[in-house]
């Protein structure tokens, strides 16, 4: 490993902290070196605060030292306005020398304005460090950016011969995951900004979608109730969390509920992404039935497939949705389940 990459590395490791509340922000980490040692690191904390590159300079005692030191920062300086003045300006202001990037930031606002402002006043700029690694650390922001709709992990749980739920019309949910499991779902919701059910899945297992058993804050319920038919006495409209409802009718939306209306004569995914996309939802989990993941599966909007494959046999019910894929997954094995984890993001910065 060279000493650029190196540094980047530490870079990443930076990053990753932002993971809860940088969105929807990329996660950043910066680096700042002088004669082969750090002298300063940060990283982006929370949308709408300070900048990796700010911290990381903020945090040098000796600030004379940063006319000789070389910055590291695994995602393009900002180069506009936003919540925040942009990063390359400040780095050009303490007169940094030396700029290594991991990856251009694809938001079409930077886009590599920043390296190039960079190298306009003079800096040296290096590209493309761990750039693999850069890329699919933020690889739900790049999806969000390049494809105008949120990440897309689709989740269900399945019995050992392929079952996700028993024939029913009614009564209890049958509940495949054990409370274990159930808190690296949790785990999982708290990943994510929104999570998406039916109107069958509502009515009948009447989930909460909240983070109960995890640190981390509630994501964004959504619902699709073309008729409004669902009852207000459901979890989904309890208040613990923001829930938006997709109708083809007019309802009265109040604090925490509001109602969308879409067109049903059209594919409603389309305009269900673009919704999320249109109010800043970088994420999406959908947890619903057979028919909505089939749909996603089908339409071929997904980014993460996440399955837990149960021991638990019944004798008939709901078959698991069908992938039409042949992906290898990453396979892990937690309190008793096997976690079948498919992911297709492709490694490329454009």
Not at 215 to 220: D, R, S
Not at 258 to 276: A, H, N, S, V
Request: glycine residues 6%; proline residues 6%.
């Amino acid at each position: 490993m060279s000493e650029d990459e190196k540094y980047m590395a530490r870079c990443l490791q930076l990053a990753e902290n932002g993971f809860s509340h940088a969105a929807p922000n990329p996660m950043v980490g910066a680096v700042i070196v002088h004669n082969h040692r750090i002298i300063g690191e940060g990283y982006h904390i929370r949308c709408g605060e300070a900048h990796a590159e700010v911290h990381a300079i903020r945090s040098v005692k000796e600030s004379g030292l940063l006319q000789e030191s070389t910055l590291y920062v695994n995602l393009e300086p900002c180069s506009h306005y936003g919540k925040t003045p942009p990063c390359a300006d400040l780095i050009i202001e303490k007169r940094i020398p030396r700029v290594v990037v991991g990856c251009i930031d694809p938001f079409a606002k930077v886009a590599g304005k920043g390296i190039q402002k960079l190298k306009d006043a003079g800096i040296e700029v290096t590209v493309g460090i761990l750039e693999k690694e850069c890329i699919q650390l933020n690889r739900r922001f790049i999806t969000y950016n390049q494809c105008q709709r949120p990440y897309i992990t689709l989740k269900w749980a399945e019995s050992a011969n392929g079952f996700i739920d028993m024939d029913r019309t009614g009564g209890r949910p049958c509940v495949l995951s054990s409370p274990l499991t159930q808190m690296l779902v949790h785990k999982k919701r708290a990943e994510n900004q929104s999570i998406l059910v039916g109107r069958r899945t509502a009515l009948l297992d009447d989930p909460s979608l909240t983070v109960r058993n995890w640190q981390g804050e509630n994501p964004v319920r959504l619902v699709i109730d073309r008729h409004l038919s669902l009852p207000a006495h459901l979890q989904l409209f309890n208040g613990q969390a923001p829930t938006l409802i997709f109708t083809e009718k007019t309802g009265c939306s109040f604090p925490h509920k509001e109602y969308i209306r879409l067109d049903f004569q059209q594919d409603i995914l389309p305009q269900i992404l673009r919704t999320l996309y249109e109010r800043h939802l970088q994420t999406l989990l959908v947890e619903g039935g057979q028919i909505l993941l089939q749909s996603f599966l089908d339409a071929n909007l997904w980014d993460e497939i996440l399955i837990e494959k149960t021991s638990a046999v019944l004798p008939s019910g709901v078959k698991a949705p069908q992938c039409p894929f042949s992906l290898t997954p990453n396979v892990e094995s937690h309190f008793g389940s096997l976690f079948f984890h498919y992911t297709r993001f492709q490694l490329s910065p454009t």
